[in-house]
């Protein structure tokens, strides 16, 4: 039974009718429906006085009828049957009147709140304290301190699923009752106060509340929030790190998503495909979720050509009844037999590419259908993304695997690992000291680069070049059509059209490719169907658009396609070139290579004592490698020459070498699995290689790599004159003709005084 009066803390509060009825009161006064709907009820406001003053739970039962009708004021009759709303005392939970709705979804039997308030960090003993104190002092102190906090009630049914509501409350029914005179309150004491608001034994000092008393009632509104609660609850849990790895927070998706869609027996699995593999995770028992990657082929013959094309145009399938549906897929035949009814498999796109799909199952008929795609809409980018996210790290795990136990070190490095593991079992000492850092002291670096010229000039102009086609395609099917029916709005799209071509006749800015791509899709392209059957020759203008643009890409894709396939050609036969080699000069004394591929290819030679096992070094085989290195480029430099008459688009490329003649150490990171220079002194080393590309004649403003020379960057003249001897010497092979340049580098950013030697290489 409810009491009639409550006691919180310190402040009373007392339940009371007298705000309504005072209301009515009023009204009766007036005129208009609501006079005459209070003249009515005045006759029985006025035989019933023991309304007035603090509830009585009995009264109120025996005036039911009565209470119903002046309740109307706060909430209309008509509202009354779906809407959540009741009377409560002040500050509490302590409700009296209600909704049946209220009533049925959340109170109990005895008029309780059933479920617990979810107030993310506060408890409701300190809410509805400070709520005290902050109305004292902003009704009667005239001291205003803003604060709102929603109060949501969490409901857990029978059947586990979590429901949510948000519960607003109206103050226009009670009055804040204080003594006579007021409790002092110091300036002093309010600054305080201001800065400590939260602090309420700050405020039990300040106010007491045992003087003050809250009289009449609050108005509770409730609004089911499950949906928004759970759809941002799903998001947090898949912007967390591995959600779909992580079995307890799979299985908190998974049963959010049973909240959302109240389906309690919601089956969840997600399917991401890649690389010709497809990638099945669910929650499992174990504490990773279940996962095991499937060829696709075997996938494939699961799922019908519909249903793949229907996921390819990004739509759903929705099943109602997997009993009464002809199931053209192997997938919702294994669904059925496992005793699913309901089932629902929709698409998950990233950046506009399908990386897999996720599929909801059922016991209970009809527990999706075709709307339930649009209440994911929300998370299913997120859900892409966690699927992008995780075959990422699955295909990290697989490259980790690749290099701990199947792919070696580089040989002549790898005996160095290898006795360090050795040493490790020999001793028994902790398997972590495979982690510290392999150090190679007094190695000599042999750098070379061979880049394009002004790749990503050309890189540039070819898209230009193919947006600038396929606008002018369009735009030619527009001036069909409108010829065809002079159509306004084909005449502003024209126009657009046109300012698009104008605006790339003078280069291409950053971000033009999207923006243009997305107007042709999203406000061009679907217009060709419609102006298609305006007349044959709009037709066979929309047929030489459609026929112009790649099938893979769907874009026109001519000069781009040329400028990759020659820049593919120019890097392979560079590789192919110092590949080859390589295994040559690898014979005469065995040193650590590696080569990088970006808009040209790097190559990076050590060579040392410290790097072959036995020690024996003689300065004989870096001069060697260092004559070879050359006699390398010099091939490459001929043959790139040579290959541009294979090229649909020609591309030059500009080649140098670094030489330092004083050695330095490197460091193999564990963390980076790579050599770095080590210490500070030698860090120098990689900052020119870093930007030499850049470099240019001092003076002149020329960049230094010219196509087909070769560049030789040197910082002492003992190395120039080493490298001058091996130049005369490839000069009476024919290999390198005309003078020899000296030329003096301009200061690069944190390195001055570098000079270079560069030759023409001999086209033979």
């Known amino acids: 039974m409810v009491q009639t009066m409550t006691r919180t803390g310190a402040m009373r509060l ?52 009565l209470v119903d009708a002046l309740v109307s004021c706060v909430l209309p009759a008509g509202l009354q049957r779906f809407s959540f709303a009741a009377l409560a005392t002040p500050s509490s939970f302590d ?18 709140f059933r479920g617990e308030p979810f107030l993310q960090g506060m408890t409701w003993l300190y809410l509805r304290q400070l709520f ?64 400590e608001l939260d602090d309420l034994e700050l405020w039990k000092k300040t106010i007491p509340l045992d003087e003050f008393e809250m009289y009449g009632v609050v108005v509770y509104e409730a609004t089911d929030i499950t949906e928004e609660m759970t759809l941002s609850a799903i998001k947090q849990e898949l912007v967390a790190k591995d959600p779909l790895q992580d079995n307890a927070r799979f299985s908190r998706i998974q049963d959010h998503f049973r909240m959302l869609l109240s389906v309690d027996d919601l089956g969840l699995m ?31 013959q699961k799922l019908s050509l519909h249903c793949q094309a229907t996921l390819k145009d990004g739509r759903a399938i929705v099943i109602e009844d997997l009993q009464k549906a002809e199931l ?77 136990r199947f ?48 790749s990503t000039v050309i890189r540039n102009d070819t898209i230009q070049q193919d947006l600038s086609l396929q606008l002018r395609l369009a735009s030619g099917v527009l001036e069909s059509a409108y010829s065809e029916r002079r159509l306004t709005y084909l005449s502003s799209r024209r126009y657009r059209l046109k300012q698009w071509l104008a605006h790339l006749e003078h280069g291409l800015d950053s971000g033009d490719e999207p923006r243009i791509i997305e107007f042709l899709r999203g406000e061009i392209e679907p217009l060709f169907d419609t102006l298609a059957k305006f007349s044959d020759t709009v037709f066979a203008a929309v047929k030489s658009y459609r026929e112009a643009l790649d099938p893979r890409l769907g874009l026109v894709y001519q ?112 963390d980076e699995k790579q050599f770095n220079v080590d210490g500070a002194y030698n860090a120098r080393y990689e900052i020119i290689k870093k930007r030499l590309d850049k470099a240019e004649v001092r003076d002149t403003g020329e960049r230094l790599t010219q196509p087909g020379k070769i560049a030789i960057v040197y910082s002492h003249p003992r190395e120039a004159a080493e490298y001058r001897d091996y130049i005369d010497y490839l000069q009476s092979l024919g290999q390198l003709e005309g003078p020899v340049e000296e030329l003096e580098i301009a200061p690069l950013q944190g390195v001055v005084g570098l000079r270079a030697l560069r030759i023409t290489a001999a086209l033979t």
């Open 407 to 454: 792919t070696a070190l580089h040989p002549a490095v790898e005996w160095k690992f290898r006795q360090q593991a050795l040493e490790v079992v020999r001793t028994d000492h902790d398997l972590e000291l495979l982690g510290e850092d392999i150090v190679f002291q007094n190695v000599y670096p042999l750098f070379g680069a061979s880049d394009v010229r002004n």
């Open 132 to 195: 005290q104190y902050l109305s004292v002092a902003r009704q009667l102190y005239e001291r205003h301190f803003p604060f709102e906090k929603s109060v949501i009630i969490e409901q857990t049914g029978s059947n586990g699923l979590t429901r949510y509501f948000q519960l607003r409350a109206h103050f226009d029914h009670f009055e804040l009752r204080a003594p006579k005179k007021l409790p002092k309150v110091s300036e002093e004491a309010w600054e305080q106060l201001s800065m």
């Open 559 to 670: 000069q781009r396609k040329q400028y990759e396939q020659s820049m593919t050609l120019l890097k392979e036969r560079t590789a192919e070139i110092l590949s080859r080699r390589q295994v040559e000069a690898q014979q005469v004394f065995p040193h650590y290579f590696e080569l990088h591929k970006s808009d040209g290819v790097d190559h990076m030679l050590y060579v040392g004592p410290s790097i072959h096992p036995h020690g024996d070094f003689d300065p004989l085989y870096l001069r060697n490698l260092r004559l070879w290195q050359l006699e390398t480029m010099v091939e490459i430099a001929c043959g790139s020459r040579r290959w541009t008459s294979e090229m649909e688009r020609v591309l030059e490329s500009a080649h140098l070498l670094l030489v330092q003649d004083n050695p330095l150490s490197i460091r193999f990171s564990q």
């Open 328 to 404: 053209c897929s192997q997938m919702m035949v294994d669904a059925l037999q496992q005793g699913a009814r309901s089932y629902l498999m929709m698409p998950l796109f990233f950046e506009g590419q399908k990386v897999g799909v996720f599929t909801f199952t059922s016991r209970v008929p009809h527990a999706f259908n075709n709307l339930t795609p649009y209440r994911l809409q929300e998370v299913t980018p997120l859900l892409a993304l966690a699927v992008r996210r995780t075959w990422d790290t699955f295909q990290q795990r697989v490259e980790s695997v690749i290099r701990e």
């Open 95 to 112: 409700v009296h009147w209600a909704t049946p709705r209220f009533r049925r979804e959340l109170l109990d039997g005895e008029g309780r």
């Open 14 to 65: 007392t339940p009371s009718l007298d705000s309504i009825l005072d209301f009515w009161s009023k009204q009766a006064e007036g005129s208009g429906p609501m006079a005459a709907m209070a003249k009515l009820m005045m006759p029985q406001i006025t035989a019933h006085p023991e309304l007035r003053g603090p509830l009585n739970p009995e009264v109120l039962a025996a005036n039911a009828e």
């Open 270 to 300: 997600v399917m991401g495909s890649r690389d010709g593999l497809l990638l099945e995770l669910s929650p499992g028992e174990n504490t990773a979720s279940d996962w095991r990657t499937v060829d696709l082929a075997t996938i494939h």
